[in-house]
C-alpha cells in the first residue's frame, strides 16, 4: 500500500472522527463492566461506521458519473461543512454543552443509529475524495477506515476510564474538526486544479 495514502487515510479518520471517539468513551463508560454491552457498542460501531461507507463509496460512484472537470469542485463540500462547523463552533462558544445521556441498555442498533448520525459529516468528506482516489485508493481507505475503528474502540473504552483526558477532548475536539473539513476542502480543490489553482 501507498505510505502517502495511508498516511492521508489515517490522519483523515482520526480528525473527521474526533467526536466520534468522545461518543465511543461514552458508550464504554455506561458499559463498564459488563461484557455484553461493550460487545454492543462493538457491534454497533461497525455497522454504522459501514453504513457511512457504503453511503460515501455510492456517493462517490455516482460522482464518477460527473464529467471529469467537475471533480475538483466536490472539494467545496467538505470546505463548506468545516466553515459550518467553524461558524457554529464559534457562536456556541459560550454555551456550556452537556454531554447525553447515554442508556446502558443501548443496543448495537442503536449505537449503528448514533454513529451514522454523527458520521453525516464523514460521507460529506468521504465522497469527494473516494471519487478522487478511484477502485484502488477507495478500497485502501475502507482498510484503513475499517482498523481505525478498531483503534478508536480501543481508545475508547481506554478513555472512558480517564475522566481529564475525556474532557479535554470535548473541549478542543470541535475547534480541530473545522480547521482540518476546511484543509481537506482546500487540498481537494488545489489538487484537482479547481478555479485555475
Not at 455497522?47 to 458519473?65: N, P, Q
Not at 468545516?82 to 443501548?106: I, K, L, N, Y
Not at 475502507?142 to 480517564?162: K, N
Amino acid at each position: 500500500m501507498d505510505p502517502a495514502l495511508l498516511g492521508r487515510a489515517a490522519a483523515m479518520f482520526a480528525v473527521t472522527n474526533i467526536d466520534d471517539l468522545l461518543l465511543l468513551a461514552l458508550f464504554f463508560g455506561q458499559a463498564r463492566g459488563d461484557r455484553r454491552a461493550e460487545l454492543r457498542v462493538v457491534v454497533g460501531q461497525y455497522l454504522g461506521f459501514g453504513a457511512i461507507l457504503a453511503v460515501a463509496v455510492v456517493g462517490a460512484l455516482g460522482a464518477g458519473l460527473l464529467p471529469e472537470a467537475v471533480i475538483p469542485y466536490l472539494g467545496l463540500l467538505p470546505l463548506a461543512l468545516g466553515v459550518r462547523a467553524g461558524w457554529t463552533a464559534w457562536r456556541e462558544r459560550d454555551a456550556h454543552e452537556d454531554g447525553d445521556e447515554v442508556d446502558t441498555a443501548a443496543g448495537a442498533a442503536q449505537i449503528a443509529a448514533v454513529t451514522f448520525a454523527n458520521g453525516g459529516d464523514n460521507i460529506g468528506v468521504y465522497v469527494p475524495v473516494f471519487a478522487v482516489a478511484g477502485a484502488g485508493g477507495t478500497v485502501g481507505y475502507a482498510v484503513i477506515f475499517l482498523v481505525g475503528v478498531a483503534v478508536w474502540l480501543a481508545a475508547g473504552r481506554f478513555l472512558a476510564g480517564r475522566p481529564v483526558v475525556a474532557r479535554f477532548l470535548a473541549r478542543w475536539g470541535h475547534v480541530a474538526l473545522p480547521v482540518v473539513l476546511i484543509a481537506i476542502g482546500l487540498v481537494i480543490l488545489v489538487e484537482g486544479g479547481a478555479f485555475g489553482l
